[in-house]
Nanobody, 119 residues
Framework: QVQLVESGGGLVQAGGSLRLSCAAS????????MGWYRQAPGKQRELVAS???????NYADFVQGRFTISRDDAKTTVYLQMNSLSPEDTAVYYC?????????????WGQGTQVTVSS
């Protein structure tokens, strides 16, 4: 099993910044994909950004250069630096990691951290 602990959410004014962290522990061997998703009230959960162990990074279109994902494999931690936040970014942000087990990718989710952006 993999346990994920997220931190860094909170309330910020529009235009402000937040940095989310997600630390993995437990059976962390073979973690490859690390990513951030978000879910706003009444909406489906959506991918924000992801990064693989090889350094391949993917951002959702709505990020538009405002967010930066990074990882520290020595700490098995993934970060999401969010700048120029707008009220539309208000959501619960979830960390996901995936372990490569043979041909399978086993996902693990964090508990979520609330990000609220006031106008």
């Amino acid at each position: 099993q993999v346990q994920l602990v997220e931190s860094g959410g909170g309330l910020v004014q529009a235009g402000g910044s937040l940095r989310l962290s997600c630390a993995a522990s437990g059976s962390i061997f073979s973690i490859n994909f690390m990513g951030w998703y978000r879910q706003a009230p009444g909406k489906q959960r959506e991918l924000v950004a992801s990064i693989t162990r090889a350094g391949s990074i993917n951002y959702a279109d709505f990020v538009q250069g405002r967010f930066t994902i990074s990882r520290d494999d020595a700490k098995t931690t993934v970060y999401l630096q969010m700048n120029s936040l707008s009220p539309e970014d208000t959501a619960v942000y979830y960390c996901q990691v995936q372990k490569d087990v043979g041909v399978y990718k086993i996902p693990y989710w964090g508990q979520g951290t609330q990000v609220t952006v006031s106008s």
